[in-house]
């Protein structure tokens, strides 16, 4: 199991409808994947901001804040975890596509990853 920080940051630096697994070293992987747990966390008030998880082109759920503020450490309550029945396949790309953001606050996702088989 891999634990993937994938974003700190600004709010300013985070636009909406960008992908925060673009260009990152995880998002490709040579074997099949599933996301167990995903934590959001930091924006300025809860529901002002959400991330979506996608396996290649299909959505996986929406994944909002479980805790406001600057966040530096997380705690067991802020993971979430992904429900799905599917597996992220071979070279097929892991996505989280920014759906909102908070204007003020930053905010910070963690993922873990396990691979399968």
Known sequence: MATITV???????????????????????????????????GSA????AYI??????EKIGDFYPTTIG??????????????TNRALLPHEPLRLIVGKVSVTNGFKVVMEVQEIG
Request: hydrophobic letters at 50%; zero cysteines; charged letters at 20%.
């Open 45 to 48: 008030v809860l529901g002002d």
């Open 7 to 41: 974003v700190e940051s600004a709010a300013a630096n985070v636009a909406a409808g960008s992908d925060l697994m673009a260009n990152n070293f995880f998002q490709f992987d040579s074997r099949a994947r599933i996301v167990s747990r995903i934590a959001v966390t």
């Open 52 to 57: 979506s998880l996608y396996y290649g082109t």
């Open 70 to 83: 600057v966040v530096f450490g997380l705690e067991a309550r802020d993971y979430l975890p992904v429900r």
